[in-house]
DNA sequence: AATGAATGAGCGTTCATTCAT
DNA sequence: GATGAATGAACGCTCATTCAT
């Protein structure tokens, strides 16, 4: 009982990214994740009070996995550098098994004209900056990384590539491995950013 | 008369930019485009057969500085690196002065699902990017750039960078000046991919 | 429950042919039928995905009384003079009843540049000319009508009459009794068309 | 001038029956007229006040050919039989040559809700039934047609044949030769009213 | 004699949401 | 826990008509 109102109510996050995916979050609307589900609109406002709160389901559900990866990352006896890579590594991979979810890296701006979802998506970005230029100051620390680097500007320079290279798998229709290539760059990016001998 | 005609095409797209940046591109409507223009919604369709013709012409007025950055960098006599950071400067610049037209820049998915639109938003994608990609070229032939550099990746990084930076200043609600930022982030990035001597 | 549904559906039907009667088929709008039945327009949406579905029906119920018409004609045992009386006398009797359906019997072109209304009120006509010319089949190999006739033409005739005579009552606002009028005629044109000896 | 007045005049009326046959008489406007004809909207409004003086003088246009064809039948000395048979086979020649017009004799219904129209169309219409049932009583007195014969009930016969067998011609995309098929029905008829020896 | 721009009313349709059952 | 019916607001768009030029 219990489990089956829970399953409904992912189900229904589940089916809201999909509908997102398919005819893009303007599109968007509780008929479409209704019909998507197999439940009628009503049913939807018995999980969810209204649209924005099943809307914030969603960022709940894409964001979930970010604390995840900060505790995995923080257990992990990985230098900074490895930390960073295994942190797009995960991103990527759970991306590229489930490429729907990438249209929602790339909606940020729509989210931002409801209070409460902008509170929620503002975070999110936030926390990921923060996340990574944490890490970066680390390889600063430990001579990874060269010491004259903003943190905060390779962070973003880093968020803003990873979020980059998702709008261009999605434009190719998914047409290259979207793990390969971001762990290629990203070497690229940290080599190039590592302190000189 | 040619004056008036003129006048109020373009004063729509500066008008549907208006409201892109106020409602959002998920809340545009044609009446809201014509009550910011202060006309009738029908009048819009004498200038305009449909929504998504006007967004082409948003899109156009976006993308139409494209071509004289394009044609400009080609002209004055610069190395690639002071053409790529004249060309980012150049929108940089512009950005910060127009600020709303940064809501653009931040609406690619959204576009996606109208197929002349996502036409028209990939090939403005795909045509920085190649810009881009050669200059890097142009840079890494002049060993201004390190050899072993993928230009693509490094097209896709930059403007990765590029996208990011103006999502990041609009949620600060332009708290910082996006010239200076970008030149410097710019800057550290050239300069970690240069060759190491 | 169900009954409230068949209801307000086939209320919508009705409601459709009245405002057909009185403002015309071509100010016939989903704004007026719903103010007709005192509903929003909205709800009208929710019985009929659209405009054209909801004409489909009004078709429906125009034409669901031939099939009866024709069955019972086939189960009483009349002669095939007879019958083609009681066809159009049911028909007239109803109309004379129902007044606003004879709009309907007038607006054949109107329907014809949509598909599907175009389809739906071809095979009513073809099927109602096919019955018809049956009929007449019969009566000539009864030696009810003389035998040179073709069947077909005279079907077309008789229809042909009966739309015609439909119009006028329409035209002289229901100033003469229908029925008796076409009883009258009817039986003139069959005389008429008899075997003489 | 005068003349080039006239021509467009006219012109204007000729587009929008073609327009009427092509898009019926529901999706009519004004604009539609404007683009066939090759100018501006407004441009009609110099030549007719209003739609509906446009769909007056389409009216005329149609009727026109009436005031003729009964003339040139009285002019003639022909028997009144034949004077019907000529009368119909002349709008029979006249539409096979010109099919768009067809679409005329099938809207009287639609032109009944703007007052004017409907007394122009209820005089043609009038007129018509008029002069058969005159042509009629003529043959009556000539021994032509059987004296039990009502006029007016034959009239009605043949010009509700007229029409139906306009709209199958219509319906099956002028598959068959009008003037044939109308010139046989009105033998069959004739012949079915004449006297019996 | 004709045009381009504009208007206000209306169109068919979809939306998020509510509520009785 | 879910449904079917309904609502009121908004949507993109088309209409007949007017008017300055």
Redesign the pocket.
């Known amino acids: ?2 489990k ?2 829970i399953h ?1 109510k992912e189900g229904l996050v589940l089916s809201a990214i999909e509908v997102i995916n398919d005819v893009g979050i303007s ?6 994740v209704a019909s998507q589900q197999g ?9 969810y ?4 709160e099943l809307l914030l389901a969603v960022l709940d559900f894409f964001s979930k996995y970010d604390s995840d990866v900060f505790a995995t990352v923080a257990l992990k006896k990985l230098t900074p550098t490895e930390s960073i890579h295994y942190c797009l590594n995960t991103y990527a991979t759970y991306y590229e098994n489930y490429s729907a979810i990438t249209a929602i890296t790339q909606i940020h701006e729509v989210f931002r004209n409801e209070m409460e979802l902008r509170e929620k998506i503002d975070t999110i970005i936030m926390d990921r900056t923060h996340f990574m230029s944490g890490l970066i100051d680390e390889a600063i620390q430990k001579n990874e990384i060269a010491p004259h680097v903003d943190s905060e500007q390779l962070a973003i320079i880093i968020w803003g590539y990873f979020r980059e290279v998702c709008m261009k798998w999605r434009i190719s229709e998914y047409a290259f491995p979207l793990r390969e290539r971001v762990q290629e760059s990203l070497h690229m990016i940290l080599r190039a950013f590592s302190k000189r001998e």
């Open positions: 009982m219990g089956t109102l409904t599109n968007l609307s509780i008929r479409k439940v009628t609109e009503a049913a939807i406002f018995r999980h009070k209204s649209k924005n």
